[in-house]
């Protein structure tokens, strides 16, 4: 039986920003020119709130918390599925490999169907739906949310991580991280350290 609840639930709303008291601060342009330097790790949050799945790309997705495991990202009001995620008590944060480009392209364009291909997702026993090529998925409880400026960013409670087969694989085109940088898509590999790993 599926454990997805529609409607927001006893969790937290926090209003921390006082907009009236920021100042005018850089330009949207230049915020968005200083960040074009910044890479992002590419995912995908999916979530149902009653009226059928939705799904978004974010690149805003950090880890908080491994004790309490806590994740954050942020969702932004001109995103159609942003509502529904509100919603919504959980949500799946897909984090891609180079492989799912292509899913990040689809759930990052505006009027997509981003499940018209239905051998490319179901929905895990708890009711989210999932999209199973990811290298990694993480199912989670909203646990708090707080608006910033357009966005709002949503914390959460994971619950539950899936490791694909090819996610165990460092030389699998799948696996190599997707990231974001400088207005388009690039894949992390071995070619890309710079220092060696610390074990």
């Keep these: 039986m599926s454990e997805l609840t529609h409607g927001k639930q006893a969790r937290e709303h926090v209003a921390l920003i006082d907009e009236l008291s920021l100042e005018p601060g850089l330009s949207p342009d230049g915020f968005r020119e200083a960040f074009r330097n910044h890479a992002g790790g590419v995912a995908v949050v999916t979530a149902d709130a009653g009226r059928g799945p939705v799904a978004l790309t974010a690149t805003s997705v950090i880890s908080v918390s491994a004790t309490p495991p806590l994740l954050v990202f942020s969702a932004s009001t001109l995103s159609s599925s942003t509502s529904t995620i509100l919603e919504s008590s ?22 997509a169907d981003r499940f ?30 707080c608006t910033a ?10 619950t539950h991580a899936h490791h694909a087969p090819t996610a165990a ?25 710079v220092v060696p790993a610390a074990y």
């Design 90 to 111: 959980s949500v799946v944060v897909h984090l891609l490999g180079a492989g799912q480009v292509d899913l990040a392209r689809l759930c990052a364009t505006s009027g």
């Design 116 to 145: 018209a291909d239905t051998t490319a997702w179901t929905r895990l026993p708890t009711g989210e739906p999932h999209f199973v090529a990811a290298p990694v998925s993480i199912r989670g409880r909203i646990a708090a949310t």
């Design 149 to 158: 400026g357009a966005s709002t960013l949503v914390v959460v409670n994971a």
């Design 169 to 193: 694989d460092a030389r699998s085109d799948a696996s190599g991280p997707l990231v974001y940088h400088n207005r388009t898509w690039h894949q992390l590999s071995e070619l890309s350290q």
